[in-house]
């Protein structure tokens, strides 16, 4: 429901209420659950499951790309983690999008998606290919909310799934490439995905609506938008949609960067207002399927891990001046009961992680 008296773009000016009360003080690192509700983890690493355990967290492991070949393959990964240790690596399954011109397409994706619901998937991933990548038989490109996709996230919806949606990218792939962004490299070193001066593509503001669309379309459809909802510019826009789409909800994971370029007073107020919507996450990326990985390299995530995990603690639970991803940046100050919602409260409920956790998969991806 949208605020009775206040227009939304002003939401986030305003000063936070103290709507919480009386607050305990963040608790020491260690001591926080923290879920990571956008993970890839794709191999079984000893050092790295022990870290997890260490520090206390544990993961959503999504499943994306439905364009490499490598659907079914990823999915055994994610399956056999999960069986081995089901409470740090739930799985969030994903679809095929090379037979999207077959007479079955819809049938077999979604017979597909219950195999991996019954195994225990907890969640569906839908990723930017989407709007950005993939064509009807005439060339043009096939959006988010494409009647195609209808019937797939209906089901998705009626079994009571959460659809994970990174849609769109950062305003920066629609800029020219600038220093000081925080997507610079990404973009100098995949320029598929910079789309600055190429007017055959969807724009932002296009691919934003789309993802909006299926929201209204589908209001009992979960969407959890991956990376700030691909919104990270634009704070009053995430509020303005959280206020508007009772089923929209956001993750933060590889966004942090960017939450601490928008002034700290408005950045919490967002925490402050949407206690209930927002949720960690990292994306940490790790496919050794995809290419030959050495110790040297699985040492070096694990310890980049770990480095990310703890400075992204002391941005949200610590007080005052800090240095992040080389900045002088304020701390958040969360107060404990956002913390605990932002952490592990949120991903436990939308996903619902403690059955997940408790659950007992069944079978191989496929099967």
């Avoid at 050092?47 to 994306?64: K, S, V």
């Avoid at 691909?230 to 994971?253: C, T």
Wanted: include cysteine; charged fraction near 25%.
């Amino acid at each position: 429901m949208r605020h009775p008296f206040v227009p939304v773009a002003l939401l986030l000016s305003l000063p936070a209420l103290p709507v919480f009360g009386h607050d305990e003080p963040a608790p020491p690192y260690e001591q926080m659950l923290k879920i990571d509700a956008h993970s890839h983890v794709f191999e079984d690493i000893p050092e790295l499951n022990r870290l997890l355990r260490a520090i206390n967290l544990r993961t959503n492991n999504i499943c994306n790309d439905g364009t490499d070949g490598y659907l079914e393959q990823m999915h055994a990964i994610a399956l056999d983690l999960y069986e081995h240790h089901p409470d740090l690596y739930p799985f969030t399954s994903t679809f095929d999008l090379l037979q999207i011109h077959s007479p079955t397409y819809t049938k077999d994706v979604i017979a597909f998606l219950d195999r991996t619901f019954e195994q225990g998937a907890v969640a569906v991933k839908i990723w930017k290919q989407v709007g950005m990548e993939i064509k009807d038989k005439e060339g043009k490109f096939i959006m988010p909310d494409d009647p195609l996709f209808d019937p797939i996230y209906a089901h998705i919806a009626s079994r009571g799934k959460p659809l994970q949606a990174h849609l769109a990218e950062p305003i920066d792939a629609w800029l020219p490439l600038d220093p000081d962004s925080n997507h610079y490299h990404y973009y100098s070193k995949n320029p598929e995905w910079h789309l600055y001066g190429k007017p055959e593509y969807p724009s932002h503001a296009a691919l934003i609506a789309a993802r909006d669309n299926i929201m209204r379309k589908h209001p009992n459809l979960v969407v959890v938008g991956a990376h700030l909802g691909s919104m990270e510019h634009d704070l009053d826009g995430i509020a303005e949609r959280l206020e508007k789409y009772p089923n929209f909800y956001i993750e933060v994971s590889a966004r942090t960067r960017n939450l601490t370029r928008h002034p700290t007073e408005k950045v919490r107020a967002l925490f402050l207002k949407y206690p209930d919507r927002i949720m960690y996450g990292v994306d940490g990326n790790w496919k050794p399927y995809k290419y030959p990985a050495t110790e040297q390299m699985r040492q070096g995530h694990i310890n980049r891990l770990e480095l990310q995990y703890r400075a992204e603690y002391d941005y949200y639970a610590g007080k005052g001046e800090m240095t992040y991803n080389n900045r002088k940046v304020e701390a958040l100050n969360l107060p404990r009961s956002v913390l605990d919602k932002f952490y592990h409260e949120n991903a436990i409920r939308i996903f619902k992680l403690d059955k997940a956790w408790y659950g007992k998969p069944a079978g191989k991806a496929g099967e």
